[in-house]
């Protein structure tokens, strides 16, 4: 919410900025999940709007494809994805100019499950000194990590609190020895959740 990235869209033969005000996606049931977006842009010309959407943040398909001149351009939009995907849907919206520029908004990622948070990844994968563990959660919540070695002995603990969207927590490793650790999470009313990483 409130993010803004600016884009130099040419148009006629002129930069003209597009600001996006905002872009954002939010659950409103295991079925539905609603995104809305607000531009600002200025100069003639038309622009193509292009709701984007991805299973694995990497390849994206069109969900909705709009034609903007400059008065539609500073109207915002909404939009009811009936059909999102069992898991994380991650949603972007892609700006085309006139002469055929291409310019992205940021990603937003929703977890369409019953669960209230996924997790993602550990990356770096192995780690030599700090790592972060990617969360992408449903709503706002309390979240105790355990980070422990293969036998089960807790080395580390941490308490965070999760985001609606994808979560970036920085694990604190530095001091463990080289070998095979596992981080778990627990949530009140949650399911627990582990993933393992290697520390070198």
């Given at each position: 919410d409130g993010d803004?990235?600016t884009?130099?869209?040419?148009?006629?033969?002129?930069?003209?900025?597009?600001?996006?005000?905002?872009?954002?996606?939010?659950?409103?049931?295991?079925?539905?999940?609603?995104?809305?977006?607000?531009?600002n842009?200025?100069?003639?010309g038309?622009?193509?709007?292009i709701l984007?959407?991805?299973?694995?943040?990497?390849d994206f398909?069109?969900?909705q494809?709009?034609?903007?001149?400059?008065n539609?351009?500073?109207?915002?939009?909404?939009?009811?994805?009936?059909a999102?995907?069992?898991?994380?849907?991650y949603?972007?919206?892609?700006?085309?100019?006139e002469?055929?520029?291409?310019s992205?908004?940021?990603?937003?990622?929703?977890?369409?499950?019953?669960?209230?948070?996924?997790?993602?990844?550990?990356?770096?994968n192995p780690v030599?000194?700090?790592?972060?563990?990617?969360?992408?959660s449903?709503?706002?919540?309390?979240?105790?990590?355990?980070?422990?070695?293969?036998?089960?002995?807790?080395?580390?603990?941490q308490?965070?609190?999760?985001?609606?969207?994808i979560?970036?927590?920085?694990?604190?490793?530095?001091?463990?020895a080289?070998?095979?650790?596992?981080?778990?999470?627990y949530?009140?009313?949650?399911?627990?959740k582990?993933?393992?990483?290697?520390?070198?």
């Amino acid at each position: 919410d409130g993010d803004e990235g600016t884009f130099d869209i040419n148009v006629s033969g002129a930069a003209v900025p597009i600001t996006i005000e905002y872009f954002n996606a939010s659950k409103v049931s295991v079925s539905k999940n609603n995104i809305g977006w607000k531009i600002n842009c200025s100069g003639g010309g038309t622009s193509q709007l292009i709701l984007e959407r991805s299973s694995n943040g990497r390849d994206f398909t069109a969900i909705q494809t709009l034609q903007v001149n400059q008065n539609g351009c500073i109207t915002p939009f909404a939009y009811s994805d009936n059909a999102p995907f069992n898991g994380i849907n991650y949603y972007r919206l892609k700006v085309k100019d006139e002469s055929g520029r291409i310019s992205y908004s940021q990603i937003v990622a929703l977890l369409n499950k019953n669960d209230r948070f996924e997790l993602m990844s550990v990356n770096p994968n192995p780690v030599k000194t700090n790592t972060v563990l990617n969360v992408v959660s449903g709503e706002n919540t309390m979240l105790q990590l355990v980070i422990s070695d293969i036998a089960g002995k807790q080395l580390v603990t941490q308490k965070v609190n999760l985001a609606p969207g994808i979560n970036n927590i920085s694990l604190q490793v530095a001091n463990l020895a080289a070998g095979t650790y596992q981080v778990t999470t627990y949530a009140a009313d949650a399911e627990t959740k582990t993933m393992r990483f290697v520390k070198e």
